[in-house]
């Protein structure tokens, strides 16, 4: 791209790599994530003549509220105006290729055959994109084909975040995470504005600029720009490290998640949520996850709800491992109840989640002093509840009553 006098910030020189069908870019506002593919867009076709690219969204009634605009904006910047025609809905490139835009609503499993030519699609506002709409594009996109993705997050159950975010991404990708900060051409005017959010919109900030998934509760009582600031790539030595767990009500059928969580304390009184490996399953499953986690991080302990399950939740878990050291713990109090002294060590900088683990912070995001706002159980959240519960038994009972919640630690449990 630099003879084309067009600088690349370095965050996105991942994307510039060969032989990859599927490129994106998430984060916030600022990133520059949209004027990279654009101008990406424009490089290819003067690169390779005849090239023929579609942009879609999810929805499209208008031109204006395609990439149009910015792609035009791209070409006089890139000053190739003289290689292209810019027409009222398409513009055309070197070579007899085109750009063309179009709403993947509104095609069919017949209509998207007429875009089995086309050799680049550029997915803008990917955020919004429909699993029906995915499922119809990518074996549409054939013949040495790129599919390039650009969002901000929403959701982790956004079918785009779980194509390229998930835990099996497909073959060829390459996807970095873009934020201001990674923009060395970000303006004075978007500064003050992110400035002024911070200040002033906190529920939305980590959102809107550092592209953390979309608060859903008024009046969360964990914080999403408190999450991304005490966030870790790794965590210290650690002096305890337990497996917490929240088993579904049921389910030899495997249809309930079992909230699965791993959490450790250092030296300096400070926790880290270090996994997050919850699943659907028979009990048999989630006991077999959680030793093996037990494992893994060398835990001490495995902190399991028995509420629903009593006595079975730690025969299951001694029919995988014998012996294992099980924590057995009774709620007496509600969901959210049993969250606030968690969240007010959240709120003082003393918990550190290491890595993302999106589905368990879009749950934690979930809880207000009022109650639990989600869909569903927060199986995950509960699972974190109970490992930094007992890993910080003094601080959270105080925090929360003065009667301990944690009635029965059972036989060979931990306290004993």
């Known amino acids: 791209m630099s003879s084309l006098d067009i600088q690349v910030p370095r965050v996105f020189v991942p994307l510039l790599a060969d032989g990859m069908r599927y490129k994106g870019a998430w984060g916030g506002r600022g990133s520059g994530k949209s004027w990279f593919f654009a101008g990406y867009i424009i490089w290819r076709c003067v690169k390779e003549p005849g090239l023929r690219v579609v942009c879609v969204r999810e929805v499209q009634k208008t031109l204006r509220e ?19 025609e810019v027409l009222a809905d398409s513009i055309k490139t070197p070579g007899g290729g085109i750009i063309i835009f179009q709403g993947m609503q509104d095609h069919t499993a017949e209509s998207i055959k007429s875009l089995e030519g086309f050799r680049l699609c550029w997915w803008e506002e990917a955020q919004t994109a429909s699993d029906r709409s995915i499922e119809l594009l990518r074996p549409t996109m054939r013949s040495g084909s790129e599919i390039l993705f650009s969002w901000n997050p929403r959701n982790a159950n956004d079918p785009v975040d779980k194509l390229l975010r998930g835990p099996e991404q497909p073959a060829r990708s390459v996807v970095v995470k873009a934020n201001w900060s990674d923009n060395p051409f970000f303006p004075r005017e978007l500064e003050e504005e992110r400035q002024f ?9 980590s959102h809107i600029w550092e592209g953390a998934y979309e608060p859903a509760a008024v009046g969360a009582i964990f914080d999403r720009v408190n999450l991304a ?12 490290v337990v497996v917490g767990i929240d088993p ?3 389910s030899e059928s495997g249809s309930d998640m079992h909230g699965v969580v791993v959490a450790g304390r250092c030296t300096a009184g400070h926790g880290y949520v270090i996994h997050d490996g919850s699943l659907r399953g028979s009990p048999r499953q989630w006991a077999e996850r959680a030793v093996a986690l037990y494992d893994a991080y060398e835990a001490d302990a495995i902190v399991i709800e028995v509420n629903q399950g009593g006595d079975m939740c730690r025969h299951t ?11 057995e713990v009774r709620a007496t109090r509600g969901k959210h109840v049993r969250a606030e002294p968690i969240a007010a060590l959240y709120s003082l900088g003393r918990v550190h989640h290491v890595g993302t683990m999106p589905e368990l912070e879009d749950q934690l995001c979930l809880f207000t002093s009022g109650g639990y706002e989600g869909a569903g159980s927060p199986d995950r959240a509960d699972a974190l509840v ?12 105080k925090a929360a009553d003065p009667t301990p919640e944690v009635v029965d630690y059972g036989a060979g449990g931990w306290m004993g």
């Open 248 to 250: 579904a009500v049921s």
């Open 229 to 240: 600031q005490n966030r870790r790539d790794e965590a210290p030595e650690l002096d305890r």
């Open 66 to 84: 395609s990439a149009k605009r910015l792609l035009e904006d791209t070409i006089k910047a890139m000053d190739v105006g003289h290689l292209f």
């Open 197 to 205: 959010d911070m200040k002033t919109n906190r529920d939305r900030y």
């Open 317 to 327: 878990l001694h029919s995988v491992r014998p012996g294992l050291r099980v924590v």
């Open 386 to 397: 109970w490992s930094l519960t007992e890993l910080f038994p003094g601080m959270v009972r």
